[in-house]
Each structure stands twice: as structure tokens, then as C-alpha cells.
């Protein structure tokens, strides 16, 4: 192999894809991989779909691209329909992007202008969580809470205040869980008190946590409160379901585990689940409506709508309906979750599990007790999975504590898996734990077995 002239994040590199499958894909040396966090939360439907695949063909016989003001196209037509019916009541206009980021900043434009020509011109702020992972356009580093990616770039963006995430799970304190709910939405009614509320313009979370957090899930209370307080001061309330949407959580979206009703939604990643970037913001219509009546949303991308990206993403729908993908999510994750919650007896170090359907992660700590993590030179988030890749098992791994210390794992398979898959994933990972301990002289309750 030459030199390569493609650079990413870090020079590090990865054997060249040969094909994929299913849950799994091929290097170009023959080996196999289990694609067991769906690359980073992409695959939902697995590899290669033929389904999809002849929809796309189909496209692509016709037209690969119709710029939007020239002509409309069928696919984002029907696919913005079929989307509309499966959003919380009055959501029922779609805007398409290429990706996350893409989505978030049209989110958060979306909400500006709404604002602006609402006579609320003073409505700028959007208050995010800490933790939290909004994508990497300049506009969504500003409500993104992880060191790493906000530092180098402070000074270009301005910042937007952030509230703690609801990390119950490292509070010692005499609450309940439930009080424990109350007690972080409460720093968001005191954030909008803090800024001025005729100051903030929305709240934008993750329903549940992405790579950022590794799966959190707020207490019910939590979410109960956020939506309250949103509508008790004006706050719009945006979901980022980026990661969550589209069936990962064990429904459609994140958000109807808990009844909230977003102003603006978010979704990419498992939405054409890696088929063609794609991704779709959903917004209430009296919002859109405003806007597009007002002057015309200020704002667009070259590729929104595009009818073979559109075409895999209702092709995609299609399969995740046709299957029952969000079902399936429900019920393996149920059990993909209480499988990775009893490794915790041979593996004193894993100090959590947590997530729901098959967005799922485990944290590792130094101390189950007071959770302090692993030391942060122990790089054990690229040691496991490096064990895990060494075995064909493919996870994802960030630092749990804002992006500088702690190591958690996200196992989020395809939602297409079966017992059997689900069996595989569990004996590699337990192969790679036992590795990674002992390299680390981490201890391990061998008379335990899974
Ligand atoms: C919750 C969330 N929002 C936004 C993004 C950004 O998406 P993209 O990487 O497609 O731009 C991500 C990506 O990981 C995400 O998890």
C-alpha cells in the first residue's frame, strides 16, 4: 500500500474494508468482524440490506440528483410523509440534511429565526447539558459539552451555558432516585433564571445520552420537569435524537419513553442507518410556518433532499418496520443489558451499566464504591477495544467525564440481532475483559463464570 493522502482525527488507521454484511463486515485480508456498536451508532438495519440496496438502484436509474429549486423529488416527498407519521403530534414538518451536525445547526438556526420573527429578538441562548455530544460544526460545538472538542475552538464560538447532565449514578447523597430527577432539572430552571429568561431561546439534550455520557438515562422525574419548566418560560425544547432516533432505544424515538413533546427534533445516524448521509429535522408547524412566512428559513445545504440519500432513508424505514427492529431493539437490549449487568460479578472494575433498548454502555472505574475512574493514563478506553478489535469484535469507547477522564463502552449492535448474535458478542467481550485485566493487573473473580 502507498502513501495514503486521507487524514482524519489522529494518524492512527484501520485495515481497509472489503465487504459488509449483516452485523458483519470484512477487512481485505479475510477477517471478520462483528460490527457490535453498529460502527458508531449507524448500522441499525445491518449491512448490505438487499431491500435497501434495490431501492437505491431503482434511484439511481432516474435521477441521483435534482437540486431543490429546480424540481421536487418522490423520495424526499414520501419519506418526509412517512416520517411526519411517526413524530409526536403537531411535528409534522420535515427539513433534510446530510448528517448530525448538519441537523443540529439547523435546529438551532431553526429556533433563532422562529424567535426572531416572533418578536422575541432577544431569545439567543441554548442552554445544553454537560456532558453532552451536539456534533462538530461551529454551531454545535457551542452547545456541545466535551473539553476535547470545544477547547481548541473557544474563541471562534460563542459558547452557550451548559447545566450538569443527570448523572445520578455518581451522587451519594440521601435523595431518591426520583428527587434525584428533580434536583438536576432544577438547575435548568435556575440556569434560565441565571441568564435572564427573556434571554434563552432553548433547551437541547440527548433523551438519552450518546458517546458523551456512554447511555445515560436521566430519572422519569427528570424529563416530567425539563418539559414543564420549557413550557413554564417559552424555552423551546429541542431533542437531539441523532443517536436515539429511528428505533435504537426500543421506540421510534427516545423521547416517547417519556411522553416529552420537543419542539424540534434532530435525528441522522440510524435514520438511513449508514446507507447514505442523511439525517432530518422535525419541527412543529406553527414554528416552520413562522419562519417560512416570514422571510424564508435562512438556511439550506447543497444535498438537502436528495432524492438517492432520501430513497435509502425510506427504504430504510421501511426495513425497520418490516422487520419490527424497534421491538427487537426492546426486547434483545433487555437482555443484552442483564448480560452485560452480570459481568459485573467476574469484573469488579465495571462500575456501571446502563442505557436502554440496544443503546447501551458499561463504564469502568477504579472504585465501585465512590466511582472514582481508572487513571486516565491507563488509556483504558483504547486498551479494550483494541483487545476487542484484535478479535473481531468491534465496540465504541469515549471518556465518560466531559472527554479527560473515565472509560465507558458502548455495545450497540445492529437492531437486527439475534440470541445467538448476542451470545458471540458477549463470549468475545468477555475474552477481551479477561485480556485487558490482566494486561492492566486489574482483578478479575474468575470462580465466575458467564
Ligand atoms: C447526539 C448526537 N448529535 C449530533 C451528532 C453529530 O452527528 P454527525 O457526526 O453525523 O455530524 C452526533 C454524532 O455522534 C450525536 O451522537
Known amino acids: 500500500m502507498g502513501e495514503s493522502h486521507l487524514f482524519y482525527q489522529t494518524s492512527s488507521r484501520r485495515p481497509r474494508i472489503a465487504r459488509a ?33 434495490d431501492a437505491m438502484k ?14 421536487e423529488n418522490d423520495a424526499a416527498e414520501s419519506l418526509a410523509t412517512l416520517t411526519a407519521s411517526l413524530m409526536p403530534e403537531g411535528l409534522d414538518r420535515i427539513f ?52 476535547q472538542f470545544v477547547e481548541p475552538f473557544r474563541d471562534m464560538i460563542r459558547e452557550m451555558p451548559k447545566i450538569p447532565a443527570a448523572t445520578c449514578y455518581l451522587d451519594h447523597d440521601e435523595l431518591s432516585h426520583e428527587e434525584r430527577g428533580l434536583r438536576y432539572a432544577n438547575m435548568l430552571r435556575d440556569e434560565i433564571e441565571r441568564q435572564g ?23 422519569d422525574s427528570w424529563y416530567r420537569e ?23 432505544t426500543g421506540r421510534f424515538l427516545a423521547s416517547e419513553h417519556w411522553g416529552l413533546q420537543p419542539d ?31 422571510g424564508g428559513f435562512a438556511h439550506g445545504y447543497t444535498y438537502a433532499g436528495n432524492p438517492l440519500a432520501c430513497a435509502a432513508g425510506l427504504a430504510v424505514l421501511e426495513e425497520v418496520r418490516r422487520q419490527g427492529l424497534v421491538d427487537n431493539a426492546a426486547q434483545r437490549g433487555a437482555s443484552l443489558k442483564a448480560s452485560l449487568a ?22 469502568l472505574v477504579a472504585d465501585r464504591y465512590t466511582m472514582e475512574p481508572l487513571p486516565a493514563e491507563l488509556n483504558a478506553h483504547v486498551l479494550l477495544v483494541e483487545e476487542a478489535y484484535r478479535r473481531g469484535l468491534i465496540i465504541y469507547s469515549r471518556r465518560t467525564r466531559g472527554g479527560t477522564v473515565g472509560d465507558h463502552f458502548m455495545v450497540c449492535p445492529p437492531l437486527i440481532v439475534n440470541d445467538t448474535d448476542l451470545d ?13 485485566a490482566d494486561s492492566s493487573s486489574l482483578p478479575v473473580n474468575r470462580e465466575i463464570s458467564l
Open 58 to 71: 431503482r434511484q439511481m436509474d432516474s435521477a441521483t440528483f435534482a437540486y431543490r429549486l429546480h424540481f
Open 264 to 294: 424540534i427534533i434532530a435525528m441522522a445516524k440510524g435514520f438511513a442507518a449508514g446507507y447514505a448521509p442523511l439525517g432530518a429535522m422535525a419541527a412543529k408547524r406553527d414554528i416552520v410556518t413562522a419562519v417560512v412566512d416570514n
Open 226 to 248: 425539563v418539559q414543564k419548566i420549557c413550557r413554564e418560560y417559552g424555552v423551546l425544547l429541542i431533542a437531539d435524537e441523532v443517536m436515539t432516533g429511528a428505533g435504537r
Open 342 to 363: 452480570a459481568l459485573m460479578g467476574r469484573y469488579p472494575f465495571i462500575g456501571d451499566v446502563r442505557g436502554k433498548g440496544l443503546l447501551l454502555a458499561f463504564e
Open 197 to 219: 429568561p427573556e434571554s434563552v431561546l432553548a433547551f437541547i439534550m440527548e433523551p438519552v445520552g450518546g458517546a458523551s455520557t456512554g447511555a445515560l438515562v436521566a430519572p
Open 424 to 436: 458471540e458478542i458477549l463470549q468475545l467481550l468477555i475474552d477481551s475483559l479477561d485480556a485487558f
Open 21 to 53: 454484511e449483516g452485523i458483519y463486515l470484512w477487512d481485505t485480508s479475510g477477517k471478520r468482524y462483528i460490527d457490535a456498536s453498529s460502527g458508531p451508532m449507524v448500522s441499525n438495519i445491518g449491512h448490505s440490506n438487499p431491500r435497501v440496496l
Open 96 to 147: 433534510f440534511v446530510s448528517g448530525g451536525s448538519e441537523c443540529v445547526e439547523s435546529c438551532l438556526k431553526l429556533a433563532r429565526q422562529y424567535a426572531y420573527v416572533s418578536g422575541q429578538q432577544k431569545r439567543w441562548k441554548v442552554i445544553s447539558l454537560f456532558p453532552s455530544y451536539h456534533g462538530s460544526t461551529l454551531g454545535a460545538v457551542a452547545v456541545t459539552g466535551m473539553h
